[in-house]
Every structure is written in C-alpha cells, then in structure tokens.
C-alpha cells in the first residue's frame, strides 16, 4: 500500500491519458476505448481506429464486443427475477428445467443457480456449439450439453465454465417467457439507460463498431468473420457496448444508479423497476476461493462472488470481470467502497496485455494499491520434470506441452489465430505456483494441481483446468477449453 500525490482532475485525466498513448505505442493494439470514472467525475479516452482496413476515429459511441463481461448481466437478470420473486440462487436448476440432464445425472440432479453463476458446475466449460439463430439456440445447446464429460466434481476444484452460464441463460428464457436477450433488456439494460448495448450483428451493424485484430507474429490481421454465436449468448459470445454505456453499468453496481424516470407526468406512474430491489452487496459477497486472483497483481489470491472476482486490498475492494472474442478484448471493474471504475475495450487479440498495464496504473495512481512483493522459489531440475508434460486442450485436438529449457519450464500453448504456437516462461514464486514472465501473457498465473497421491493432476492456466495426459489415457479422456476464450 502506498499513499499517492493527490492530483487535480485535469491533472489525472490528462495523465491517464498519457500513460493509455504511451501503452498504445508499446502494444500498437489498434484501437481502444477507455473509461476512467472517479468521484470527480467520468472520463472517457479514445484512441486509434475500428479498423485497420477501413479505419474510422475509435469515440466513445463506438461498439466493440464485451465477451464475459456479459456473464455479469446474466447474474445481474437473475438477481433482478430474484428481487421480483420468481425465483431464488440457491434452487436447483431442476426446478426451471425438469428435464435438465448431464452425464453425470447426481450433478444434475443437484447444480443450482449459483454453482452456474460461480462455475462449480465440473462439466466441461467451454463447449462451443453453434445451434443457429433462432430463438431455441439455448435449448438445442443445453441438449448437446447433456452428453459432455465431468471432468472434476460438483464444486470441486474451480476452474471457469462458461457452459453453465448458458444453463443459466435458459432458466432466465423459462421463467420470464422471454429470449433471454430480451430478457436481459427489459430487466437490465432499459432501467439502467443502456440502449448502445446490443446482442444481434443486423443491429449493431447500423452503428460505428469496431472490428476484431488477431495478432499473428507481429501484424495485426482483420478477423474474419466478425463472429457471434447465439448459443454462447449468456457466457459473452454475443454482447456489445460502448464505454459510455458501461459507464452506467459500473455506476449503477457501485451506487445503484438507474436511468432518470420520464417525469412528463402523463399517464399513470412507472413501477420501480427491479433491479431498484436488487440486494447489490450480495452479488459480490465471497462464495468461494479460486486460487490466484484472476484480475488481481501477479500471485494474490482471489474469490468469486455471484459472477464477480473479488480482490480485497487494504483500503479498497475490487470487483472486476474480463472478455475475450475473436480479436477483441475488454477488461471492467469497480471498486464500491471508493467509488472508482475502469472500463477498457480494444479490438487486438494482444488487449488484455495492454489492458492489465493500464489498469495497474489506474490503481497505483488512483486507489493507491501497489504490488505485493511476489515470493520466489527455485524448484530443482527433478521438480521440474515432474511438471513437465502434456496437458489436454478440451473439446479441441490440441494440447498444452510443458517443457524444460535451460533450466526454465516453459509452456508450448497452441495460437489458434495463427496455426502456432506461443512460448510462455515461467517463473516460479511458491512451489507448483508460477506466474508467465515477459511477452503478452506477462503476468498470468500458473497452477499445478496434484490429487491426493501427490501426482500432478491438472495444470491451471489463469482460470482453467487442463489434465495431465498419461501414456494409458483411453479415447475417452476429457479435453478442455481454448485458452483464447476468457
């Protein structure tokens, strides 16, 4: 912790502004869009262009897609039908959805709400399965469901599960008898004044929207196609916004602030909406340890509130969340107590690189948090084959090697933008924890797991579980998630 120069407004705007050029020029992401939000007041910086190929002036009324970050909103709809009284978090899935089923029929017998909104659902997570675009895409997924692997137990070790959302997105879609879009509108983005955030490219196409950059070596490549998939709606694969709307959304988690009521008079009087009734606090109160802080400095330890990260400092509390689509990435997040918000959107498949600098910075100079002093440990050439190996990719014909070079492990983690592979070093700072030092990934936090016999079990990448591939392994062994969607 540290105590910082207290600033002018003018003096820390035009400073974050510096810092966001100054970042912009070391990643060349190309283009961002940024929100600073403090007591003072909100700041909006925009920088670069939609697109590379047909370049326009990135504003702040520009779309770009917020991936996860829209899981908040499926959370935020659940507490709103929760408020209303139609239905509770911790009731059973089954309740809703009497015919629900998963391989394992006592998980789906016993998942509730909350374990789909705090990813303890152990099914394989990541299951991205393009069901069309009609209004039953929810449902045909959550028949493809039915067949995917339990990789770990019912709240067993946590690792992120974006399947369970669309579980969740299909309670939200029975209990209200609507699409869960229009669903998520009526209950959260019209009382909040959101009308720039929408699900479906034939609207979003008729406003400035920025297009997807995958970085491949060093270029950045159009991505092709500006790609949304319906079925991975409630999980982030469709939701797009622009800073200025979620500079609502942050005011309204950290204060409650809704959008002014039509005070014409005329006719008969508006009920409050919903989410007016939302027990806020709650979404963010601790449901469980997740291991290292996924938006927290490198190697603090974090939880998940209903689909908040929760990172607890000193002198301020931190929620945040994160998204990643093909070729764009967004980073968001609060902190309620002292009333200061971070937004960051970017269409570069390096932004969380840049995003996670800038943040640092906002909470440095800002908050007034700085980085604990990381531990570090050597492990001995033995400790180091253990580790080494590889790691199954679910769902894809892929895998994650792990291997020792002079004396460094290293991660061989398949680019699918490219058709490569990135080299990841780490360094260790605890035995079986490490953190990913230097390039685009710089910072990223590294687990190894072992079972109770003390063999490594599954290597944990940020929020991920990959398990360990051994030589007996049969066909049916679980494979897990792309490491790109986040």
Not at 89 to 112: H, I, M, N
Not at 198 to 210: G, K, V
Not at 459 to 486: F, I, Q, S, W
Request: charge should be negative; glycine fraction near 10%; hydrophobic fraction near 40%.
């Amino acid at each position: 912790m540290t105590t910082t120069t207290r600033r002018t407004s003018s003096e820390l705007v035009a400073a974050f502004e510096q810092e966001a050029q100054r970042l912009m020029d070391e990643h060349r992401v190309p283009g961002v869009t940024l929100g600073l939000l403090t007591p003072d007041g909100d700041h909006f910086v925009n920088l670069g262009v939609t697109s590379l190929e047909n370049p326009l002036p990135v504003t702040s009324d520009t779309i770009f897609q917020i991936g996860s970050t829209t899981k908040t909103l499926t959370s935020l709809t659940i507490a709103a039908l929760e408020a209303q009284g139609k239905l509770k978090r911790d009731d059973t899935v089954r309740t809703y959805l009497p015919d629900f089923k998963l391989k394992d029929g006592s998980v789906a017998e016993q998942l509730t709400i909350l374990d789909t909104l705090t990813h303890q659902g152990g099914f394989q997570g990541d299951l991205f399965e393009d069901t069309g675009d009609g209004d039953d895409a929810l449902a045909r997924v959550l028949d493809i469901l039915a067949e995917a692997p339990q990789v770990v137990p019912l709240r067993g070790h946590w690792s992120y599960n974006n399947a369970g959302f669309y579980v969740a997105g299909r309670v939200i879609e029975v209990v209200t008898g609507l699409t869960w879009e229009a669903a998520v509108t009526e209950l959260v983005l019209k009382p909040l004044g959101m009308d720039h955030t929408l699900f479906f490219p034939n609207e979003i196409m008729t406003h400035r929207f920025a297009a997807g950059h995958n970085k491949i070596d060093e270029a950045f490549v159009v991505q092709r196609p500006w790609q949304m998939m319906r079925s991975a709606g409630p999980a982030g694969a469709t939701c797009s916004s622009t800073v200025t709307d979620m500079a609502k959304y942050a005011h309204f988690i950290m204060d409650g602030t809704l959008a002014a009521q039509d005070s014409s008079g005329e006719g008969e009087a508006a009920e409050p909406a919903p989410l007016a009734a939302v027990d806020r606090p709650r979404l963010w109160a601790p449901v469980r340890p997740i291991g290292i802080a996924i938006n927290g400095f490198p190697g603090e330890r974090g939880h998940i509130g209903q689909s908040w990260f929760i990172d607890q400092y000193d002198d301020a509390m931190v929620l945040s969340h994160g998204g990643t689509t093909l070729g764009q990435q967004s980073d968001f997040w609060v902190s309620p107590d002292r009333k200061v918000g971070f937004i960051a959107m970017t269409n570069g498949s390096n932004g969380h690189a840049y995003n996670r600098k800038l943040s640092e910075w906002v909470k440095r100079e800002v908050l007034g948090v700085t980085p604990p002093e990381t531990g570090t440990h050597q492990p001995s050439e033995d400790e180091l084959n253990t580790l080494a190996g590889s790691y199954l990719v679910v769902g894809q014909p892929m895998k994650i090697n792990v291997e020792v070079r002079d004396g460094v492990l290293t991660l061989l983690i398949p680019d699918t933008a490219s058709g490569g592979v990135k080299d990841a070093a780490l360094r260790f700072i605890a035995p079986d924890q490490a953190i990913i030092d230097g390039g685009d990934m710089d910072g990223y936090a590294i687990d190894f797991l072992r079972d109770a016999q003390g063999q490594v079990e599954f290597l944990k990448v940020v929020v991920r579980l990959y398990p360990r591939e051994h030589a007996d392994a049969g066909t049916d062994t679980p494979t897990l998630p792309a490491l790109e969607e986040v």
